[in-house]
């Protein structure tokens, strides 16, 4: 018993107590913060403004979250994690343990996006496509679209599939609808380096630009405009909805931002930047 009591206090003094590297983001309607830590590597919790692990992965190459880079929740509230290093998406079940859907199909899950009937779609940042599988996973998901570069995936409620890319050759915003056919939005690239993309009510976007260190507003017409700009922003990555509210998760300076709807920036969590080397 000795043994065991000193094993858990060594463990308890050796886990993390700061972000590492916090790359994505969602949040239940209750105002629970989920992070997902890409150098931890696992996922955060957050609530009444305190981090706790809610899952950690292990260093070693090819186990289950070593390199989770998305999140998301399913029709029933169940948090949804893609990782790259098992080539995977996982959905966590009562037990906080996270259980496959796809038997190691996806290459690189970048996003998310879940329909009202549990219809989970996912971009592959790898193999240049959009996956579709019902709520309960699939061994193989069906192929819905080919778009180069997917990096951030949004539903309307119409069903349709708003496709961010970095590259793709007909813009990097493009309306996939329930049939698959894809129809461009905001053609050419006017954003620099975009990563994430959410929906608002009234139809417009918003769009996290990591090298134009700003968070991009585009109108349901197309319009496009910087919302919010430069400091504190540093290189916007993770991005979700929360209330009126939006999230933003900056990995280079291990914060996660609450935008509100004035343009107001607040610092909602953070870790000191002085203890890593920022890359």
Excluded at 44 to 67: C, H, Y
Aim: glycine share 8%; hydrophobic share 40%.
């Amino acid at each position: 018993m000795l043994v065991v009591f000193i094993a858990a206090v060594v463990n308890a003094q050796d886990a993390p107590t700061e972000f590492n590297y916090p790359l994505a983001v969602a949040a239940t309607a209750d105002g629970i913060i989920y992070v997902a830590d890409r150098n931890l590597p696992g996922i955060w919790k957050v609530e009444g403004g305190k981090k706790s692990i809610f899952f950690q992965g292990s260093k070693k190459f090819r186990t289950p979250l070593n390199a989770v880079r998305c999140l998301a929740f399913d029709h029933e509230g169940k948090l949804l994690a893609g990782d790259s290093s098992t080539r995977e998406v996982y959905r966590f079940d009562e037990e906080g343990k996270p259980q496959p859907l796809t038997n190691g199909w996806i290459g690189i899950p970048m996003a998310m996006a879940v329909a009202p009937d549990g219809t989970i779609y996912t971009a592959d940042l790898e193999l240049h496509r959009i996956w579709k599988m019902p709520k309960e996973g699939s061994k193989e998901p069906q192929e819905f679209a080919v778009i180069n570069s997917p990096r951030g995936l949004t539903l309307d409620p119409d069903g349709n599939l708003w496709v961010l890319s970095t590259s793709s050759k007909d813009g990097q915003i493009q309306k996939v609808t329930p049939d698959g056919k894809i129809e461009p939005f905001i053609k050419g690239h006017p954003f620099n380096l975009p990563h994430n993309i959410v929906r608002t009510d009234d139809g417009s976007f918003f769009v996290t630009d990591n090298y134009e260190h700003c968070v991009w507003k585009v109108t349901a017409d197309g319009e496009k405009e910087k919302w919010v700009v430069g400091e504190p922003l540093d290189r916007p990555v993770g991005l979700c909805r929360s209330g009126e509210n939006l999230l933003i998760a900056d990995p280079h300076i291990r914060t996660i931002f609450s935008l509100a709807p004035d343009k107001t920036l607040t610092v909602l969590v953070s870790s000191p930047v002085d203890e890593i080397k920022l890359k």
